[in-house]
């Protein structure tokens, strides 16, 4: 069987994104595995080679004509924004025209894109968007450990409204999914409570009992294995996690904290529910060391690994 090719977009060019992108294809172990191109302004591509890794010869899709003197390193810009936007819908069409087996994000800033004048929330919800999907959820893995969320990039004050019975049910069935795919014959999965103390039995809002909880109840009649809702700050210990395959949590910082602390180098991002395989890493641009070739490539690295092995068994499954 050939190696799975992947789509490696490089992110916004005044981040970290091309300098982490270019030092993790001289991982000899990583690029043997897997044929990696690097999508992207093909300048910036060979300008971050010149400096950080000079000795690989990366094969690139140009997808912006974006120059390296266009931009300021650590400086957000509508340019950048833009070649970012352009990157990943150049990367993802790719994918879902079968020319890659999957796309593999470098970090986004979305203020920039949106001051290019495209409105951008994410990549999650572009992506999803370009494969025609609307059931899909952002997950957060790392090892055993894997978080799904109920909703993600909205504001806090509307989470409560968009936390349904069935939403909770479709994330708790595609995070055990999650699971299973990478050899957990029966995944535990635990819920998160949405209000503190998973509401207080309703003195602490009501939503627990009248969404969460039918919810549950509605899952493990399908047979399988949830449980909750527990309170979120205690959730994520050593002791309560571990026992756990899988948990679905009812917003963005209510996972997001607990997950960068302790696999914060680590991390993977995936979209789960697309037709097609896509991860990235699980931080930002991080503007303040940008081109500085101290970025720490760890996040990227389980991200490409992730995708890897991912593609691997989408293709021994339709051999």
């Known amino acids: 069987m050939s190696r799975p090719v992947i789509a490696l977009s490089v992110g916004d060019a005044a981040g970290i994104g091309p300098e982490i992108a270019v030092r993790v294809l001289s991982d000899r172990t990583l690029v043997s595995s897997a044929d990696i191109r690097l999508y992207g302004p093909e300048s910036i591509i060979c300008e971050a080679v010149r400096r950080f890794a000079p000795s690989i010869s990366p094969e690139i ?3 912006a004509s974006l120059a390296f003197r266009e931009i300021t390193p650590g400086k ?17 069409k ?4 079968g020319n890659a087996d999957a796309i593999v994000t470098c970090p986004v800033n979305k203020a920039a894109i949106n001051e290019s004048g495209i409105p951008f929330t994410g990549h999650t919800e572009l992506i999803a968007e370009l494969c025609g999907t609307r059931n899909f959820a952002m997950m957060q893995s790392a090892g055993n450990l894997r978080i799904i969320f109920v909703t993600t990039h909205i504001a806090l004050k509307d989470v409560a409204a968009h936390v349904t019975r069935e939403r909770i049910a479709e994330v708790a069935r595609l995070v055990a999914e999650a699971a299973r795919a990478e050899g957990v014959e029966h995944p535990r ?11 207080e039995n309703g003195h602490m809002g009501t939503e627990d009992e009248t969404i969460v909880k039918p919810a549950i109840a509605g899952l493990t009649a399908e047979g399988m294995a949830v449980s909750g809702p527990y309170p979120s700050d205690t959730l994520f210990i050593d002791a309560i996690r571990n026992s756990f395959d899988g948990i679905v949590a009812m917003y963005h910082d209510q996972g997001h904290i607990p997950f960068k602390m302790l696999a914060f180098n680590c991390g993977v991002n995936s979209t789960m529910g697309l037709p097609i395989i896509r991860t990235s890493v699980d931080h930002g641009t991080a503007f303040e060391i940008a081109w500085r070739g101290t970025a720490d490539t760890g996040s ?3 991200a ?8 691997n068994a989408k293709r ?3 051999s």
């Open 316 to 318: 021994k499954r339709h």
């Open 94 to 97: 790719d994918v879902i025209a």
């Open 304 to 311: 490409l690994t992730t995708a890897i092995k991912r593609a």
């Open 76 to 92: 957000r810009s509508a340019s950048a924004g833009k070649a970012a936007y352009d990157t990943i819908v150049r990367a993802t």
């Open 61 to 63: 899709v140009n997808t």
């Open 189 to 199: 999965i635990a819920v998160a409570g949405l209000n503190p103390h998973a509401g």
């Open 300 to 302: 990227l690295k389980a």
